[in-house]
């Protein structure tokens, strides 16, 4: 079972510049989530899919931030323009139903310069 | 809106003893509550889930209370290892219920010596 899968694992690049994060939920998960930690805010829902469509986006900060799901097998995560308060690490996690557990990637650390 | 509160002070333990950790909510009756391990550098694992109508749920050396009364869930390891250091997260069934939507609290790190 290969598990959430996320790329990159380390993303480095200067504040302006679009920053694109890339998932691969496991094979059979309807549901996708992506998330945001930070030391000052814990773990933050962002955004999540329930068979590729957004359900709820009501977590993501603002307009420079967009998610997609163009199919069962993956989803990316897009900021543009980056700014260095986006700097933090970002997980994705997929669930077979709504109340069962979920499964993280080992997730993406982003430092905007 | 919903508010989650652990212990943001690490838990620092002797090895063999039981480790007791503490999720405290506020605002809402949330239908379920998961426990997931966090390791440096890694996403979060699932360890437990317990509905609202269940008071105890055990999985070998854990063992999750769910008091919907004092709004509390408490998270218990016995016979602790080493091995079981780590930061703790406990997270609620968000608003709506029932949606996969969940609220994180900010965990609390466990320190296991030998």
């Known amino acids: 079972d290969a598990g959430v899968i996320q790329s990159p694992r380390h993303e480095v690049t200067e504040m302006g510049q679009e920053v694109t994060l890339r998932c691969k939920p496991i094979s059979g998960h309807d549901y996708l989530f992506w998330y945001r930690q930070t030391m000052m805010r814990g773990l933050e829902l962002l955004i999540y899919f329930n068979n590729n469509v957004p359900i709820d986006d009501s977590g993501m900060p603002e307009d420079r931030f967009s998610a997609k799901m163009p199919n069962a097998s993956f989803s990316t995560l897009k900021i543009q323009p980056s700014e260095p308060r986006d700097s933090a690490v970002y997980f994705c996690?997929?669930?077979?139903?709504?109340?069962?557990?979920?499964?993280f990637g080992d997730g993406t650390r982003l430092s905007i310069l | 809106s919903q508010k989650i509160e652990q212990n943001s002070e690490a838990l620092n333990i002797q090895e063999g003893k039981t480790a007791t950790l503490t999720c405290n909510y506020t605002n809402y009756s949330p239908a379920y509550l998961q426990w997931y391990r966090q390791d440096p550098g890694r996403g979060p694992v699932f360890l437990l889930l317990?509905?609202?109508?269940?008071k105890e749920k055990r999985k070998e050396r854990l063992k999750v209370t769910f008091d919907t009364t004092l709004k509390q869930s408490l998270f218990h390891i016995t016979a602790s290892q080493p091995a079981d250091s780590a930061t703790y997260l406990c997270?609620?069934?968000?608003?709506?219920?029932?949606?996969?939507?969940?609220?994180f609290g900010q965990g609390t790190t466990l320190q296991v010596k030998p």
């Open positions: 996690a997929s669930s077979g139903l709504s109340n069962q557990p979920q499964h």
């Open positions: 317990i509905r609202e109508n269940e």
């Open positions: 997270a609620l069934d968000g608003v709506p219920s029932n949606t996969g939507k969940l609220i």
